[in-house]
């Protein structure tokens, strides 16, 4: 156990917190919710980093990492589709959740192939998970009201769900090779 990977389980213990938070009948509690989101997001970068410079990567935590990611990104967008219920949300929203699934069963499938690296996590990711933590950030933050905040939130979950569809096709390119051999490898 060490420092990085404390705070990727501390991501994940944080979800029940968010998720109470988030359906407190007080006003304070979209606040409460968005910070407790941030805070999870700050220590997603946080953790990297730490591994990263400290040398503490560890197989348990190149595991649990990305799945805390997107454990809490998946309940944040249920969170907001069912509290917004509108297309500008629920669209973005099946996009980016259904292109992590799609991407990570690619990813492990291509790692039984031996090629996991021709689908690694690129540049292009950072940008949308930028946009999409930023999105939530607002969007968590502020009642289901079309104020400027909110309206700014939808403008970045629309961008991050682009951007999303382009990494989707890059990965899809980049693994097509395989995807189309008549052969299975194993």
Avoid: C
């Avoid at 769900?161 to 382009?166: D, F, H, I, V, Y």
Wanted: net charge positive; charged share 10%.
């Amino acid at each position: 156990m060490n420092i990085p990977n404390i705070l990727t389980i501390l991501r994940v213990l944080l979800i029940p917190v968010f998720i109470l938070l988030f359906y407190l009948p007080f006003t304070w509690s979209y606040l409460a919710a968005s910070a407790v989101f941030t805070f999870a997001a700050i220590t997603d970068w946080f953790d990297g980093y730490l591994a990263r410079r400290l040398q503490q990567s560890t197989p348990f935590g190149a595991f649990l990492d990305p799945v805390a990611d997107k454990l809490i990104v998946a309940v944040a967008l249920v969170l907001l589709v069912g509290e917004h219920a509108n297309l500008w949300l629920t669209l973005p929203a099946i996009i980016i959740i259904g292109r992590e699934i799609m991407v990570s069963a690619l990813r492990e499938w291509m790692a039984e192939l031996g090629a996991r690296a021709q689908v690694a996590v690129s540049s292009l990711g950072k940008w949308k998970t930028t946009a999409q933590m930023v999105a939530l950030v607002l969007l968590l933050a502020n009642p289901p009201l079309l104020t400027f905040w909110v309206m700014l939130g939808y403008a970045l979950l629309i961008v991050a769900a682009a951007l999303t569809l382009w990494s989707m096709t890059q990965y899809l390119l980049a693994a097509w090779p395989h995807l189309t051999s008549t052969v299975e490898k194993k």
